[in-house]
């Protein structure tokens, strides 16, 4: 009997556990920006300190006021990649103002607030992001180089004309020659001023030959953040064991095994006055180094208030040719992906080269709609048989205009259950 009771016990600890959710922090802290934290399924913000932390900066066109195109971590984890399939970790994602662009100070009040009061490891901290967000993924890394274990910058640059806080972290960046909204000069800038300060064992460029500014299959590949585990903030090294420009994992046609499906989403909370007091009085247990100082390398930089919303003619290259200046470098064929909701353009012929990140104005080409409830009256629940286009005339809106503010492209599929904004 006692047997028995025991397997039920454990076949029950699954549902037990806490479930995923996504905590939203809206206009409740002045000093700091808005943002989201995601926790996997079963985390604790007390006990749960082995706990890597993704935080992940947006460009501009999903900025505050623009309508949010949506991309990025907790997207991916909400269009239904398992970005974090065995290795659970919380993700931060803060908001920022594109006409502001992200200032470094401001956002390290956010990794300050989360240090406080959510349980992780100190040590397993990493910063990505594009367009914006890459700018803003340097300067921020630039300047607390001793928070970081580890950096992805896409698309974007660094204010600094000495960056060499970046020379301490494991950093890839990612660029294509072909991006129109922010010149790949910037990155290839960043690359040459990282030499004026030393070695650049830590740092890996992909300057890919095509791609465009709209790069964000990147934040659904699996191994992405793999590779960013590998890293710890007390053990200095760039992993090279794994590519995932080169080599990305993610779902394809013949391929489910990154997949939950569209639709798989977490809880939404949206913390309030009273539940952020319950948050502000509790105190987690920490794991990973504090004594390190965290404005190490920050001497010969300018990037406590950055320009990281600053297009491509703003940062000029120091040199016109770098293909012969990248550290991990390598020459692949493009990562061909058949993701399932939507897809994007894919860089070609690729070629590793140093990092280099970009500012963007310009909407990405794949995008998601942000959950939203039921009980709107301006949300549809798709029902068997249901198509946009007979969604679209049964509500006496143009079909256009219903993939418009759903943010939907043209092959967008959708299933029975699924919630359509009408209005």
């Known amino acids: 009997m006692k047997r028995l009771l025991t397997i039920a016990l454990l076949a029950l600890l699954p549902l037990l556990a806490k479930p995923q959710k996504i905590e939203y922090f809206n206009d409740l802290m002045s000093d700091m920006y808005n943002f989201a934290i995601y926790e996997p399924a079963g985390y604790d913000p007390i006990n749960s300190t082995d706990m890597p932390v993704v935080m992940f900066l947006h460009g501009r066109s999903m900025s505050i006021g623009l309508g949010g195109y949506r991309y990025g971590s907790i997207s991916s984890i909400e269009e239904g990649y398992e970005i974090l399939k065995g290795q659970p970790a919380l993700i931060l994602e803060p908001n920022a103002n594109g006409n502001e662009g992200w200032g470094s100070v401001k956002l390290h009040k956010v990794y300050e607030f989360l240090k406080a009061h959510y349980a992780f490891n100190h040590d397993k901290f990493y910063v990505i992001g ?220 690729t070629v590793t080269l140093k990092p280099s990140t970009t500012t963007s104005t310009a909407k990405p080409g794949t995008a998601t709609l942000k959950p939203v409830t039921s009980s709107s009256k301006d949300v549809y629940i798709v029902k068997q048989g249901d198509t946009l286009k007979k969604i679209a005339k049964k509500h006496k809106i143009k079909y256009k205009k219903l993939l418009q503010i759903n943010h939907f492209t043209k092959d967008r599929k959708i299933k029975p259950g699924d919630k359509i904004k009408i209005a």
């Not at 994992?249 to 009273?274: F, K, M």
């Not at 007091?277 to 794991?287: E, L, N, V």
């Not at 404005?295 to 990281?308: A, P, Y």
């Not at 012969?324 to 493009?334: I, W």
């Open 130 to 349: 594009m367009s914006m967000g890459g700018w803003g993924t340097l300067n921020y890394v630039n300047k607390y180089p001793d928070e970081v274990a580890a950096c992805v910058g896409i698309c974007g640059g660094c204010d600094a004309k000495t960056p060499c806080g970046l020379n301490k972290v494991p950093t890839w960046i990612i660029h294509a020659a072909d991006d129109e909204t922010t010149a790949v000069a910037c990155s290839d800038r960043v690359v040459e001023a990282m030499k004026t300060c030393g070695s650049t064992n830590l740092l890996k460029y992909s300057r890919l030959t095509s791609g465009g500014h709209s790069l964000i299959m990147y934040f659904r590949y699996y191994n992405l953040y793999t590779w960013l585990f590998k890293h710890n903030r007390t053990n200095r090294r760039f992993d090279t064991t794994i590519d995932f420009v080169n080599n990305p994992e993610y779902p394809s046609v013949n391929e489910d095994r990154y997949w939950l499906g569209a639709g798989h989403t977490a809880d939404e909370i949206y913390i309030n006055q009273t539940e952020l007091a319950k948050i502000q009085a509790r105190t987690p247990k920490q794991k990973g180094s504090n004594t390190m100082a965290s404005n190490s390398g920050t001497t010969t930089t300018n990037s406590s208030t950055n320009n990281s919303g600053n297009s491509s003619s703003t940062a000029k290259p120091a040199t016109s040719n770098t293909s012969s200046t990248s550290n991990n470098t390598s020459s692949s064929s493009k990562p061909t992906t058949t993701n399932k909701p939507t897809s994007t353009s894919k860089p070609t012929n």
